[in-house]
């Protein structure tokens, strides 16, 4: 029982498990779904699917293997409850018509605009609007699906397949949506956190030993509280083909404001060369040499690139290839001399990862960073998260 | 033994299903949502609606799943021994129970609330795993085994902040407490505010729903703030006219500080409305 419906989730990559699994039937089994469609659907995602961002998967999976099982389709046209009468009483044959008073309106109604469903269904695939043969009970001849789209009360009941046919939760999907929270959310995992400062705090571990020591004698031992201590830096690409994703990368980088103590920061156009900047209004005057960064900012700062790498190849191939300067060392150079300083690097790119392939920039500043280049998703942004926050 | 919401809480009929098959099947309810849409308010209606106590457990960054169960005060027995008290012979006195403790010896069955538990640290469900699904917990200090009479109704919030093990979402249901449509909160006003004139309602919703529209904004306002700021509405007898303009201007609403609690949302908020004034 359902263990079809199971195994079709686990196709449509929903992390369930088999507890789980067992659980639902559990609850199936305490008659808890009651006998609607709708209750079931709100019990197995209660019990099977436990992050918001999943939702829609479930929505997309659970339609898909209950569309032929449901008896009612979801209408993609409302139909007037009047004319619906109107139609049927103008085609009810005489069988029908003790159909009718046999199985009552309902049902009766919920066949006629199955039917209804299907004709123009035919009728966009090309073929000819035409009856079937006299076959139908309801008659077909040439009516326009389109003249159904008259003003009214919608003849439908809110119908159970509807709540996952709207698909309400498609913005929680974790490969679309990327806000400041977010982003924070993802970045916290990086947290690590080490005792500084002024101790503060009673150890009691520590009171009980010295205590020990002390021949019983109370010795009260403090040590600092704990800090996040992990130390980023990141180089923002700023301006030209940038432009686009202005708002991703502000959310991100306000997320990352908030969220680390130690955070440096550095802009660049297109790619690394001899300088960076910290102010893009006097980015001219005031300009770090590159140098400077390798050498203020120790190996345990974990690099964090972000930019679409989209440019010319001379930009990173080429002396001199700067659109900006005459540089005196290719890009390339630069970016390898970062990627050796910095282990625990990661590039965050804006650009969308399936069009990585098309774009021969990419390819090279992904083998001179060694593979480390990541979407700048949510998912994304975890897959780099866990990157970094490996040891070394 | 069913909740159906209550007269102070509305509740939608999927939140009510999940929170049925958690009591059913005695397992722990995971409630997730956006700030300010009911999470913690939904322990108290159910221990209220059900007739039972409602023990509390509010997570902060520093709590350790321990304190939940019993904490062992090694320093006030250190004290009282140099003090030379009687009451240090017996370990006993010296064990603090914790609010999962109390819930598993209480008479009745109870209610337990676990607020906000993606504050701690992220090891904290993993630690309570054993706990919440045999409902036991081993004293090493006093050698006892502290079994749960009834099990209680487990009732867990998160802001999600942090990602939860597997190993504990497996074991729960999950429910994401999503923001109100406005027939669902229109319902909500009306258990808030069972006289508020209609109108004034209209009008209040209309902006409320406008401002989260709002591009931009770092917070939106949620249903907790809407509450607020009706509340301060009814109670400083604001006139309906002052939520409409007469010459469909765009105006700042009167006391939108309960709405907005960000200063930059607040600034970028104004800005919007005098563009749109001038733009007239």
Same mark, same amino acid.
């Given at each position: ?392 | ?126 630690? =309570?795993?054993?706990? &919440?699904?045999?409902? *036991? ?7 006892? #085994? +502290?079994?749960?009479? $009834? !099990? ?102 009167? =006391?939108?500080?309960? &709405?907005?609690?960000? *200063? ?7 800005? #919007? +409305?005098?563009?749109? $004034? !001038?733009?007239?």
């Amino acid at each position: 029982m359902l263990i079809d419906f199971f195994l079709h989730l686990k196709a449509r990559k929903l992390p369930v498990s088999t507890k789980e699994f067992l659980t639902l039937l559990e609850a199936v089994q305490a008659g808890l779904a009651g006998h609607s469609m709708e209750d079931f659907y709100f019990l197995a995602r209660a019990s099977l699917v436990k992050d918001e961002s999943h939702f829609d998967r479930f929505d997309q999976a659970f339609g898909e293997y209950f569309k032929g099982i449901e008896a009612i389709p979801g209408l993609e046209v409302d139909l007037p409850e009047e004319w619906l009468k109107a139609m049927m009483h103008k085609h009810l044959s005489p069988e029908e018509k003790a159909k009718l008073e046999k199985l009552g309106w309902e049902t009766l109604m919920e066949e006629f605009k199955k039917r209804l469903q299907e004709q123009k269904g035919r009728h966009q695939g090309g073929s000819k609007w035409v009856g079937t043969g006299g076959t139908s009970p309801f008659g077909n001849s040439g009516y326009n699906p389109e003249g159904i789209r008259v003003g009214g009360e919608s003849g439908g009941n809110r119908t159970a397949v509807k709540v996952w046919d709207q698909r309400e939760y498609r913005n929680l999907d974790d490969t679309i949506e990327l806000g400041t929270r977010n982003i924070k959310v993802a970045l916290r995992r990086l947290r690590r956190f080490a005792r500084l400062g002024a101790p503060d705090e009673l150890d009691l571990d520590g009171t009980i030993a010295a205590t020990a020591r002390n021949a019983g004698y109370l010795d009260l031992m403090m040590r600092p509280e704990r800090h996040n201590a992990v130390k980023v830096l990141i180089f923002f690409d700023v301006g030209g083909s940038m432009d686009e994703h202005v708002k991703v990368c502000e959310e991100l980088f306000s997320a990352c404001r908030a969220e680390f103590k130690h955070l440096e920061y550095f802009y660049f156009h297109n790619c690394v060369y001899d300088h960076v900047w910290r102010d893009s209004i006097r980015r001219h005057s005031e300009r770090t040499p590159t140098l400077d960064v390798l050498h203020k900012y120790g190996p345990d700062y974990k690099l964090i690139f972000v930019g679409d790498a989209t440019m010319s190849p001379y930009e990173i191939l080429q002396p001199g290839g700067s659109i900006e300067y005459s540089n005196p060392e290719p890009g390339a150079t630069w970016l390898r001399r970062l990627a050796d300083a910095y282990p625990s690097l990661a590039w965050l790119n804006p650009e969308p990862e399936r069009s990585w392939d098309y774009r021969q920039t990419i390819g090279i500043v992904r083998q001179l960073i060694g593979e480390r280049m990541f979407p700048l998703t949510l998912d994304g942004m975890t897959r780099a998260i866990t990157h970094l926050s490996r040891k070394n | 033994m069913r909740f159906e919401g209550s007269d102070n809480y509305v509740a939608t009929p999927d939140l009510m299903l999940a929170v049925n098959a958690a009591i059913r099947l005695q397992r722990p309810l995971l409630i997730k949502g956006e700030p300010g849409t009911g999470k913690t308010m939904l322990a108290e209606e159910v221990a209220a609606a059900l007739g039972m106590p409602l023990m509390q457990w509010h997570i902060k960054s520093t709590t350790k799943a321990q304190q939940g169960l019993y904490e062992y005060d090694a320093v006030s027995r250190l004290r009282d021994s140099q003090l030379g008290d009687d009451k240090v012979k017996d370990i006993g006195n010296y064990i603090v129970k914790g609010t999962l403790w109390q819930a598993f010896e209480a008479g009745e069955q109870t209610v337990v609330l676990i607020d906000e538990i993606d504050k701690a640290d992220i090891e904290f469900p993993n630690d =309570l795993l054993r706990e &919440l699904d045999r409902m *036991e917990f081993y004293v090493y200090e006093t050698r006892e #085994l +502290v079994k749960a009479r $009834q !099990r209680p109704i487990v009732i867990i919030t998160s802001n999600n902040e942090k990602e939860l093990p597997d190993a504990f979402l497996r074991r729960c249901f999950f429910h994401y407490i999503k923001f109100p449509d406005r027939d669902t909160m229109q319902k909500i006003v009306d258990v808030h505010f069972p006289d508020i004139k209609r109108t004034l309602l209209k009008e209040a919703l209309e902006v409320f729903f406008g401002l989260r529209e709002v591009p931009g904004l770092k917070k939106k306002p949620s249903t907790s703030e809407l509450i607020d700021w009706l509340k301060l509405l009814v109670a400083e007898e604001i006139p309906v006219e002052a939520l409409r303009s007469p010459d469909q201007k765009a105006i700042i609403p009167p =006391l939108h500080g309960a &709405l907005l609690k960000n *200063e930059q949302d607040m600034h970028l908020f104004e800005r #919007l +409305v005098f563009m749109a $004034q !001038r733009n007239r």
